[in-house]
């Protein structure tokens, strides 16, 4: 971890930390209706993908396509979406999200559709199980 790095709050209440990779620390998003995952850039006072050094910048982007190669080939999802949003929470995250035809949002973003289903200890674990040869 980078000195002065901090986690912000918003962060912390709504995902797990799962991993951390050379860049990143690897968060589980605590909603049961979606398998999603979040890569924030261990990395103090950024709010932008352009804030990040240009070395940082390829690394992200490479931390992205994992998580996404991940997500595919353990969920056989139809979609992944992948998202830097940042209105809510400003410190630097990506989304990168399983998307399936039928799911509680398809075809619309999983932002603001329906309430969150925060996963029981038993989903979650499950969910790392299946993820971690990758992680």
Request: with cysteine; aromatic share 6%.
């Amino acid at each position: 971890m980078t000195k002065d790095f901090a986690l912000h709050p918003g962060l912390a209440a709504d995902a797990i930390e799962i991993a951390r990779w050379p860049l990143s620390r690897v968060m589980l998003m605590n909603d049961g209706r979606f398998p999603w995952l979040i890569l924030v850039p261990e990395r103090p006072s950024l709010r932008e993908i352009h804030d990040l050094a240009a070395t940082d910048r390829a690394i992200l982007i490479e931390e992205v396509a994992r998580a996404s190669r991940l997500l595919q080939d353990c969920l056989k999802a139809d979609k992944i979406n992948v998202a830097a949003l940042g209105n809510r929470v400003p410190q630097l995250h990506v989304h990168v999200i399983a998307r399936f035809v039928g799911d509680p949002a398809w075809p619309n973003p999983v932002w603001s559709q329906g309430v969150p289903q925060p996963m029981t200890a038993a989903e979650r674990e499950a969910r790392i199980a299946l993820l971690r040869p990758g992680l």
